[in-house]
């Protein structure tokens, strides 16, 4: 094993590169549309998603960067689906960004820029890497949550989302700095190793993984570390809510697996019990405040902090009863969740985009009122996006919720069948929230009268992201058995 091995870098050094050349590239465009800036941002991010597919297929673990850096099939499969993501957030985001004067190349380097810090994230195997992968990601979202200077809401956003994911790097950072000082090494690795010989202080270890828990759980943004969701999802532009509702929780979720499992995983009692809290937390606030919002951004923010639980959730059943045999079904449950998760997510805050057009944003709740008379494939889509956060079959949605369901009740524990029984509950209640759109759009009168005009290939994009959602339900042996085997793969290797 070469300590400088670069080769493990390419999908992140080509990232890089095109990063570069299409900030270059566009101060010689002059087109309003931003057009050759958007189709090589495209290309480029295609290209980083196939060389992370072509790794994933290739299934071996390599060491990088002095063993600072692992890429293996789970950090392979993480990174494409967010290259996935952004790239399908991106050809969302084109007309709105056009129509609000927001297209600029300042968006597309900073998305590419997120999306790196995702890559470095998905790919760490040292507590400074994480962290150098987490700020670039977070700057990056930062500066694009106020890409709209003279709006009042997007900048406040921009505030609220900066001062708080400020305070939750500080939170990480100091609970890595007590690992550090407790175990001696920065590598996740010989972290695992320390805490299995046992000879550690035990207090400094736990006071570490509280802390560490703390800034997972802002990046999840599940409670109580959700304060900044709502508004930061509610006043960003929404091209950048989705950016940072989408792709974003696949690194969040990669980090938590290298950090909890790959290193803590002799603290698994510690944090797990966390985990079960902030997972309660997150159904019972996320479910229960979305009843209440009129603006359906927000309405999504509250529901991104149920479905949150339900991913945490499945990490709580990773090691029972100090044994690890239910690790990989646990793991990779919340991984496929988080998956299906992000797919429906990609729908509905693009069909929110697709909507809105000059000076008006789709926002309201009530300006989905008799969508179905305007545009009735609009709203079949996005009932179809609606039934899948909802839970019900044959979508997505409902298998991923079954899949955590399953993880949670195989285990035979009293406390995991409860758990799973309150998951069941509260999936009732947001039912209930999800299933009140579908009626706006059905049965209300029409609020508006004007029709529902876009191009092309966001309606084309659209009815893809809706029959995803289907077939992907219908068919979802496929995409768990994928899951499951990163998963295997990762942890045996």
């Known amino acids: 094993m070469s300590s400088m091995n670069w080769a493990v870098l390419t999908p992140e050094i080509w990232l890089l590169v095109a990063a570069c050349v299409v900030l270059l590239v566009d101060l010689f465009v002059k087109d309003a549309q931003r057009g050759p800036t958007f189709w090589l941002t495209q290309l480029s991010i295609a290209v980083f998603a196939w060389l992370h597919v072509q790794g994933h297929n290739g299934g071996l673990t390599a060491y990088g960067m002095q063993g600072m850096v692992v890429v293996d099939p789970m950090g392979h499969l993480l990174a494409a689906f967010a290259a996935l993501a952004v790239m399908a957030t991106v050809a969302y985001a084109r007309p709105t960004l ?48 106020a890409l709209r200077r003279d709006h009042a809401v997007a900048t406040e956003a921009a505030m609220k989302y900066f001062v708080l994911g400020a305070l939750a790097s500080g939170f990480l950072l100091y609970g890595l700095s007590m690992m550090y000082g407790a175990t001696g090494t920065l590598e996740i690795p010989k972290t695992f190793e320390q805490i299995a010989a046992g000879s550690i202080n035990k207090e400094v270890l736990v006071f570490g993984v509280v802390f560490v828990v703390a800034g997972l759980g802002f990046k999840l943004g599940a409670v109580p570390f959700h304060m900044w969701v709502p508004d930061v999802y509610q006043g960003a532009p929404t091209a950048v809510t989705l950016l940072i509702g989408g792709a974003p929780k696949f690194a969040a979720f990669a980090i938590t697996i290298r950090l909890l499992v790959e290193g803590m995983l002799g603290l698994a009692i510690d944090w797990q019990q966390m985990f079960i809290v902030m997972a309660v937390g997150s159904l019972v606030v996320g479910n229960v405040a979305a009843i209440a919002q009129t603006n359906l951004k927000r309405m999504l923010a509250y529901s991104t902090i149920a479905q949150m639980g339900f991913v945490v959730l499945g990490l709580t059943a990773g090691v029972v009863s100090g044994n690890t045999l239910s690790a990989a079904n646990a793991y990779s449950s919340s991984m496929f969740y988080l998956v299906a998760y992000v797919l429906t997510t990609l729908g509905t805050f693009g069909l929110v985009m697709f909507l809105s057009r000059q000076g008006f944003e789709s926002e309201e709740i009530a300006d989905l ?109 496929g995409l768990m058995a994928l899951c499951r085997d990163a998963i295997q793969r990762t942890f045996t290797t």
Do not use: H
Request: charged share 10%; net charge positive; hydrophobic share 60%.
């Open 369 to 477: 009122a008799g969508l179905a008379r305007r545009a009735p494939w609009v709203a079949g889509v996005m009932t179809v996006f609606m039934f899948s956060l909802a839970g019900v079959p044959p979508m997505i949605g409902f298998f991923a919720k079954l899949s955590v369901i399953q993880a949670l009740v195989t285990t035979n524990q009293a406390l995991y069948v409860w758990l799973a029984v309150a998951a069941v509950l509260f999936s009732l209640v947001g039912a209930y929230y999800y299933l009140r759109i579908v009626k706006v759009m059905w049965f209300d009168e029409p609020g508006q009268t004007s029709p529902v005009q876009q191009g092309q290939g966001v309606t084309a994009l659209l009815a893809a992201n809706g029959a995803a959602v289907l077939l992907f339900g219908l068919f979802s042996g």
């Open 98 to 145: 056009a129509s609000r004067d927001m297209a600029k190349g300042e968006f597309y380097l900073l998305t590419m820029l997120m999306l790196l810090g995702i890559s470095v994230m998905c790919s760490a195997n040292n507590f400074l890497v994480v962290y150098l992968g987490l700020e670039l990601m977070s700057l990056s979202l930062y500066a694009l949550t």
